[in-house]
């Protein structure tokens, strides 16, 4: 089919290689109505934003190929975990002793009462 030089978008194939990992990105440069439109394209995974920047078009009297400029940027890893910090707390075992005694305790007079409470009503 033929070309609209007024309307055309330009998708650019990457593949990045991260430490054994294979990821995909296809940044888009489109050219709608005589205005250029680069949106960013964002991949999560290797906290990457890749965007085209600009195109220069193939010089044929000096014999260079289109140049496709790209700008890569850094963003923050979001991770979906929470970090915990554990403490050792060496008396922490005498605390928990003090309130097993204190609920044997609190135990032991709620029966007291009752106890007290049944031999009062048998008068």
């Known amino acids: 089919g033929e070309v609209d030089l007024n309307n055309f978008t ?8 991260m430490l054994g990992d294979t990821l995909q990105a296809r940044p888009q440069f489109k050219f709608i109505n005589q205005e250029v439109i680069s949106p ?3 991949i999560n ?3 990457l934003r890749i965007a085209f920047t600009s195109i220069t078009p193939p ?9 496709y400029h790209f700008s890569i940027g850094e963003r923050p890893i979001v991770r979906d975990y929470v970090v915990l910090k554990a403490q050792v707390m060496p008396w922490i075992n005498l605390v928990w002793a003090g309130t097993i005694v204190m609920i044997i305790g609190f135990v032991m007079s709620i029966y007291r009462r009752v106890k007290e409470y049944m031999k009062a009503d048998k008068q």
């Open 59 to 67: 010089d044929p009297e000096k014999k260079t190929p289109a140049l």
């Open 10 to 17: 330009l998708i650019a194939k990457l593949k990045l290689v």
């Open 40 to 42: 960013e394209e964002t």
């Open 45 to 47: 995974e290797a906290g």
